[in-house]
């Protein structure tokens, strides 16, 4: 029904920046809730971030509080998560998900996933 392709994952030292891109097909996203989640291998995915369907609401973990900035563009289908000042506790597989209604904090509730973005930090 939607289908989730990520972009912009990549090699950075530490300080620098990178832009997460995730565009959908299929179906808008405007009545969506869209989440940012990572994870490193052999560990849980983490979430990272979520905005609101009206990107009223958004919120941040606290690992990345200040530093990163998710934002839509319902025209345009599209979900960015800005980051900036990364360091190498950012390297991590980098996920968006959309859902009606996912679970605050978790991965319940989304109901589609897009392939993963790998995101490299270098000291």
């Known amino acids: 029904q939607v289908q ?4 912009g994952g990549g090699l950075v030292q530490a ?26 291998s052999g560990k849980e995915r983490e979430f990272v971030a979520r905005i609101s369907w009206s990107a009223l609401i958004r ?8 530093r990163f900035t998710i934002s839509r563009d319902n025209a345009k289908n599209t979900v960015y998560l800005q980051m900036n000042s990364l360091t190498p506790d950012d390297t991590a597989e980098y996920y968006c ?4 209604s996912p679970a605050w904090g978790t991965q319940r509730g989304y109901d589609y996933w897009g392939q993963g973005t790998q995101v490299t930090v270098s000291s």
Do not use: N, P
């Open 4 to 7: 989730l392709v990520e972009s």
């Open 15 to 40: 300080g620098g920046s990178l832009r997460l891109s995730c565009a959908a097909s299929g179906r808008t996203l405007s009545s969506y809730t869209m989440g940012w989640f990572r994870q490193v």
């Open 59 to 66: 919120s941040y973990a606290d690992a990345v509080k200040g």
């Open 97 to 100: 998900a959309a859902g009606i």
